[in-house]
């Protein structure tokens, strides 16, 4: 359990920030730049001290300045990955790995070196200097560095916001990895929704030094009020999804969900893998009656939830399914709303197009399990 409830005031800037979020998994802290996160982590990490405030990891109490108890940040075994590596230059990776054991306790039961290599698939590059790698490779190191100080809690602080897209594509599964292999507790910072969409189970939501918003990331990403702050273009839902068949002649996956069956672009994933499916916004139409005559393949069943907009557009949330635990977002003109006789409870049908969904908007969640391999002829 990470519990988190401080206050630090600057020159023109205060950050007033309360949350909590369950062991293991991925908190992602969120936000427009200035918004507070790095101030945020900075205080968890110890590099800052709050003007007020308490900060727990797994029941160990890092600072509580009512009770006069700050823990100094060599103490306080939490593994921080900044913007950049910060590798030490003269020394090889190998090495840049071993200095991070130097702050491991005797007793942690620290994860051994070759362990970490292989989670990070990095034992090629052991006899290498930092200059001879890419910033993937660099930033993969780093995380090792971390791992190999046995943190109880791992922050990173926007970690690849230096990188270009392919080089995003290489790190993002080591992270999962970490987060499910590993179980350890992760704070990550970005303003990118599709790696928060990706990589967390739960979802902090700053704006000018608050929280507008903390819970698990598919309620958060869904909520219909927070449109503007997610922003109008990326912001959407989270579907929980099963892959049930291939269809080799389309080129098809087709996925159960609470709502229906849902049509993706081929997945290389066995049949009984579960999936996280991040679905835009833009990308879901609604309909009050199952619809025909339309190229969207998907309409899955629910119910609107809430609406929330100002002016001629509206935002939708649909709860998905007969228990509505997932949601999925839908911005329409509040003439549809009006015309479809749209209001909170209304059954209706979120239409998604297949083609609109990318590969890298559909990830296997945690502890997926896999059964045979089921294929569609048609």
Not at 248 to 267: C, D, E, H, Q, Y
Request: proline share 6%; hydrophobic share 45%; glycine share 10%.
């Amino acid at each position: 359990m990470l519990e988190v409830d401080v206050s630090r005031r600057f020159a023109g800037f205060s950050l007033e920030a309360a949350f909590t979020a369950g062991p293991g998994g991925v908190t992602a802290l969120f936000g427009k730049s200035g918004s507070g996160k790095t101030t945020l982590v900075n205080l968890i990490a110890g590099l800052d001290r709050p003007d007020r405030g308490r900060v727990a990891v797994r029941g160990t109490v890092l600072v509580d300045t009512a009770a006069g108890v700050w823990v100094p940040p060599h103490r306080r075994r939490v593994g921080y990955v900044f913007q950049e590596s910060r590798l030490f230059p003269h020394l090889t990776v190998r090495n840049n790995l071993l200095y991070g054991r130097l702050f491991a306790p005797r007793d942690a039961g620290a994860e051994p070196l070759s362990r970490v290599v292989e989670l990070l698939d990095i034992g090629h590059l052991l006899d290498r200097r930092p200059r001879n790698l890419s910033g993937g490779e660099r930033q993969r190191v780093a995380i090792g560095r971390a791992l190999l100080a046995a943190p109880r809690l791992l922050l990173l602080d926007e970690p690849l916001a230096g990188l270009d897209l392919a080089r995003k594509a290489e790190i993002l599964p080591y992270l999962e990895r970490l987060r499910d292999e590993l179980r350890l507790p992760m704070v990550y910072v970005s303003h990118q929704l599709d790696e928060v969409a990706r990589l967390a189970t739960t979802l902090v939501l700053l704006s000018q030094g608050r929280v507008s918003a903390a819970g698990p990331v598919g309620e958060v990403l869904a909520r219909a009020d927070l449109f503007p702050l997610l922003g109008r273009f990326e912001a959407g839902g989270i579907l929980r999804a099963t892959v049930e068949a291939h269809d080799t002649v389309w080129g098809l996956t087709r996925l159960a969900t609470a709502g229906g069956p849902l049509s993706v672009p081929m997945l290389d994933a066995p049949v009984g893998t579960r999936m996280r499916v991040r679905v835009r916004a833009r990308d879901v139409l609604l309909a009050t009656a199952p619809p025909v005559g339309l190229s969207a393949r998907s309409a899955l069943a629910g119910r609107v939830a809430e609406i929330a907009g100002d002016g001629p557009v509206a935002e939708v949330a649909v709860a998905i399914g007969p228990d509505g635990a997932d949601r999925l977002l839908a911005r329409v003109t509040r003439q549809a709303v009006a015309e479809l006789g749209l209001a909170a409870g209304t059954p209706v049908f979120a239409v998604v197009k297949a083609a609109a969904l990318e590969r890298r908007s559909i990830q296997p969640e945690a502890d997926t399990v896999a059964t045979d391999q089921v294929t569609l002829s048609s």
